[in-house]
């Protein structure tokens, strides 16, 4: 089993659509989790921090289930800008661990 | 600009060359990584220095030689490397190498072996 896991897509969506993206680890001993964003032929940049109690910044919400061992994303109000290739990544002290990514691709 | 500089940013060699990637951080940082991108894979964690120590190993094959000469500075020495080799390699660090700190990544060195 891949230790962090995620649809690759790809998702091609429409200006203004809702999008969800999943992910789920396999080691229960993980300690923080993170979405990061890879835009085509760069490095990944931080996209945001999942907490427990799930958080949203701006269109952007994150979930954490930590007994499903599951993380989601969710994209509301889909910009052209927000194309781009969307990394889980699950941290166990020093050791960050990435999925393989989930390409977006949003259409006017 | 990033806080993370990587040279040489492409880089082609043949399999009997050696060569070094290099990467410095101007963050203030006390861990360093060093991933490895291929298509359509994960990313994969190669080494992990925190403190100039390393920390981390993930079984990488001894043609991979990271060297961490201070906080700010590492470098992956290169050596008989194989055509399955070539990649995306990505250094990175954070502020201290705990289990709750982002991950700031350099722009990458593209390698082709030939």
């Known amino acids: 089993r891949k230790e962090v896991e995620q649809d690759p897509g790809p998702f091609n969506v429409p200006e203004g659509a809702t999008v969800a993206f999943n992910c789920t680890y396999s080691n229960s001993a993980s300690q923080s989790f993170f979405w990061y964003r890879q835009d085509c032929r760069k490095e990944p940049k931080l996209l945001m921090s999942v907490y427990s109690s799930g958080n949203e910044d701006g269109r952007f919400t994150a979930q954490l289930n930590r007994a499903s061992q599951y993380i989601s994303l969710l994209i509301r109000d889909s910009k052209l800008s927000d194309s781009a290739t969307y990394l889980c990544?699950?941290?166990?002290?020093?050791?960050?661990?990435f999925g393989a990514g989930t390409r977006l691709t949003v259409k006017p | 600009e990033t806080g993370v500089t990587q040279t040489p940013r492409h880089l082609v060699m043949g399999m009997t060359n050696k060569k070094s990637l290099k990467c410095e951080q101007h963050l203030g940082h006390n861990a360093m990584y060093w991933y490895k991108q291929s298509a359509k894979k994960p990313l994969e964690l190669m080494f992990v220095y925190n403190f100039k120590e390393q920390t981390e190993n993930n079984s990488v094959p001894s043609r991979f030689s990271p060297e961490c000469p201070n906080s700010s500075h590492l470098f992956l020495h290169l050596h008989t490397l194989q055509p399955e080799d070539s990649a995306l390699y990505l250094c990175?660090?954070?502020?201290?190498?705990?289990?709750?700190?982002?991950?700031?990544f350099g722009e990458g060195s593209r390698l082709t072996v030939l």
């Open positions: 990175a660090s954070s502020p201290s190498g705990s289990n709750t700190g982002e991950l700031f």
């Open positions: 990544a699950v941290n166990n002290y020093n050791d960050m661990r």
